[in-house]
């Protein structure tokens, strides 16, 4: 049986030795030179988007009951937290990308036309999109595009990087896909999910109490706790705490704010609270993982 856990993008970088990663953000990933292709061997859950381009060979997906085989020229577009068993044999070739769920969903807004043309983007829900020939070689030169753009030493790579990923997306969003059959419940607790979500991701720093959410959404802190459990197999509780250490973990690396600013930015009671935070969850001190 796969593990229950969730693994960030960094996570699955560095287990399965993804070289062509930007920060947090986006990650190219090919089994040809990975040796790997099935990026949910462990855990079968993972906190990132995912688009998987099935090159050769035949691979099985359950999800939500529902099981399917994918075949060469099929994209799997795999949304987080979402439970995804997948069965790739050795002789299965894939390629994709990986994108952090916040500057996946920045992408959804880059321009009115943009939002317009990619109602069809998956944002929650798995799709299968089933692409002919030059559909298959255009989008795996995209992603080739964002690959070489991941290792530009370049003043505006990361506005770069995030060009070449939203036209990945508009390509997908004009792709026929097929998508299973969900129960009209589970469309209203999907829908539940993505406002949370959204919430969560602008109010994590300051809000990180599940009343607030429940609040919002005007549904009992209970079913709110209900849905979030069996749509990511997480608490509210750890998905709040999984941002404030992934913005703590950003901020220490990228920022040259002081252990008190970034305590007051994540709204620690105190310096001495945020570092014990960091601690429990990294192993080691805030200075001590900033001067890694």
Known sequence: MV???????PQLAERYHI????????????????????????TNRISCYELQLIR???????????????????????????PVDCVFPKDVVSEGLLVEGEFYESLLSMGRDSDIS?????????????????????????FQQVRKAIHYVHAYKMEMVRSLVHVCLLFISELPYYQH??????????????????????NFRCQRQIQFYADKLNITTTYLSKVVRELTGNT????????????????????????????DALNFHDQSAFSNFFK?????????????
């Open 3 to 9: 593990a229950r856990g969730n693994l960030s993008l």
């Open 19 to 42: 070289k062509d990663i930007l920060g947090a953000s986006v990650a190219y990933f090919s089994s040809e030179e990975a040796g790997e292709n099935d990026l949910r061997a462990v």
């Open 56 to 82: 050769e060979g035949v691979a099985h997906i359950s999800l939500n009951g529902n099981e399917m085989d994918v075949h060469p020229g099929d994209l799997l577009a795999l949304t987080p937290f979402q």
């Open 118 to 142: 990619m109602q069809n983007i998956p944002v929650k829900t798995t799709f299968v999109y089933h692409l002919n020939e030059d559909q298959v070689s255009e989008l795996s030169g995209i």
């Open 181 to 202: 059959l969900v129960t009209r419940d589970f469309r209203h607790k999907e829908d539940i999910l993505k406002i949370f979500l959204y919430l969560a991701h602008n």
């Open 236 to 263: 509210v509780n750890n998905y709040l705490t999984m941002l404030a250490y992934e913005e703590s973990c950003n901020l220490l690396k990228t920022s040259d704010m002081t252990l008190g600013e970034i305590s």
């Open 280 to 292: 429990l969850h990294s192993g080691c001190s805030p200075k001590e993982y900033r001067n890694r």
